[in-house]
């Protein structure tokens, strides 16, 4: 952002009537939410390589600057630190998102056409919204008594890491006997053990989201809870346990629906697809249902509670992106591509999104690596060459994508053959700030056309 754009935006001030948009950032945990809020703004501020993002590329967008978000009491998205972290002389990646944040975009735009140009120009305000997409799978809990969500996770863990200590730590339990906080302590301690173990294996659906990530409500009543086998009797702790969970369901979900999730606009869902693939299909499957999941919490249509508070509210757009993107050359990324829409697609067919438009992209908000060609065996290998985390720039071949996305999604053809198999495990890619010209923003891969889909029409 030039020192004009700048003081452009404190001589502007803030316009009461002023269009906004809220744009909901989510996605899993690594999912890349952190990075693609960050280089998204920095594009916006410095929009040399925004081409797709029409306002931009024919000059509309005249200005760009941050300001004070509305809302006093969401921390602040940390931009400048988290560019700082991508683009400082020995870049790193930033930590990811661990709760709720905010942050205000301000727009100067010339409007197109005739009666534009006489209406002159106008602030759009893009308040970004960052939130963890393990919250969207805790409205799952709100159907569910304790006792069905006990059922559900307890026939989910098995196979999973950490379920055989946790079964382990409930057998040591005399279930029937006098509610002990230590007790409590123990179980939730060990059962988030086993979400965080499931988590770190490639494992999506772990709920409660809040168990991951607790924030300020670390050690709270209603984080110390876990399931319980069926059972007839309701024991001292079973009943502490559900009323525990209820209260998770009434002071921690149910509120972050009402404050954050029914003022969105527009709403991008980010995956790490490629990660799941390269961890198999057990982790695909899963990550699959979760995004579902998630997508299924846009559904307008939908009965009950979340009815009722959204009212007549809608999310008009929605985008899923699967992310890093450049871990790929880009002839394999049509493949990819069709991957994500055959995700959609099966969610939306769940899920109906009626008034909203959805798409598809993959992209990478960071771009980390060039193109490059490996010879192996005499045959031509298409690659991609990066900066090691160790500072080693290497080129490396990622293996393939099946060309039909059935090959991945369909039971009974998964497992079938192995893809992503080549140096994937190893492409731990530094983040590459040395492109960056004046004027141009991080290097990416089409988060232009991301933009364009999300906000594109209200510049
Ligand atoms: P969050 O937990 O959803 O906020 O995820 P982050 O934004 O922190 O991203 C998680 C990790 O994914 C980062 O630390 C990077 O290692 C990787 N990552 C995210 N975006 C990109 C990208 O565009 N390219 C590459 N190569 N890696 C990425």
């Not at 004009?4 to 899993?28: A, E, K, Q, W, Y």
């Not at 560019?83 to 998102?97: D, F, I, N, S, V």
């Not at 905010?102 to 939130?131: A, C, E, F, K, N």
Request: aromatic share 8%.
């Amino acid at each position: 952002m030039g020192l004009s754009d700048f003081t452009d935006g404190l001589m502007r001030g803030i316009g009461m009537g002023d269009p906004v948009i809220r744009l909901g950032v989510t996605g899993l945990s690594r999912a890349g939410k952190t990075v693609f809020i960050t280089s998204l703004v920095a594009n916006l501020m410095d929009r040399g390589r925004m081409t797709a993002l029409r306002a931009a590329a024919d000059g509309s967008i005249k200005a760009a600057w941050l300001q004070p978000q509305p809302d006093d009491t969401v921390p602040r998205f940390e931009f400048e630190r988290h560019l700082a972290a991508l683009t400082g002389p020995q870049p790193y990646w930033p930590e990811g998102t661990r709760h709720i944040s905010q942050l205000r975009l301000s727009l100067r735009v010339q409007p197109r056409g005739m009666l534009g140009g006489l209406r002159g120009q106008q602030t759009v305000h893009l308040d970004i919204v960052d939130y963890p997409g393990e919250w969207l799978l805790d409205l799952r809990l709100m159907e569910r008594s304790f006792d069905d969500w006990s059922q559900e996770v307890m026939t989910r863990m098995t196979g999973r890491p950490g379920a055989p200590d946790y079964l382990a730590a409930l057998n040591e339990v005399d279930l029937s006997a006098k509610f002990s906080e230590a007790t409590a302590q123990r179980l939730a301690a060990s059962y988030t053990a086993h979400l965080n173990a499931a988590r770190e294996a490639g494992f999506s659906d772990c709920t409660p989201g809040r168990f991951i990530l607790p924030g300020e409500m670390a050690g709270s009543p209603a984080l110390t809870f876990a399931p319980l086998p069926p059972s007839d009797g309701k024991s001292p702790l079973r009943r502490e346990f559900a009323r525990r969970y209820d209260a998770y369901k009434s002071r921690i979900v149910k509120p972050f629906f009402r404050d954050h999730f029914a003022r969105i606009d527009r709403q991008v869902v980010l995956a790490d697809v490629l990660g799941a693939i390269h961890a198999g299909p057990q982790a695909l499957e899963d990550l699959r249902r979760a995004m579902a999941d998630i997508l299924s919490a846009f559904n307008p249509g939908r009965a009950g509670w979340l009815a009722q508070l959204l009212g007549l509210r809608r999310v008009d757009r929605i985008l899923f992106a699967a992310t890093k993107a450049d871990h790929l050359h880009h002839s394999q990324h049509q493949r990819l591509t069709h991957i994500v829409t055959a995700l959609l697609r099966e969610a939306r067919d769940r899920a109906d999104f009626a008034g909203a438009r959805t798409e598809a992209m993959a992209i990478a908000a960071l771009r980390a690596t060039t193109e490059d060609v490996i010879k192996q065996d005499g045959e031509e290998l298409p690659a991609v060459r990066g900066t090691l985390m160790d500072g080693r720039r290497a080129a490396f071949y990622p293996g393939e994508l099946p060309e039909d996305p059935a090959a991945l999604l369909t039971p009974a053809r998964q497992g079938q053959s192995e893809w992503l198999d080549g140096d994937y495990a190893v492409m731990n890619f530094r983040p590459a700030a040395d492109t960056a010209r004046p004027g141009d923003g991080p290097p990416h891969i089409r988060l232009d056309r991301a933009a364009e889909f999300l906000i594109g029409d209200r510049l």
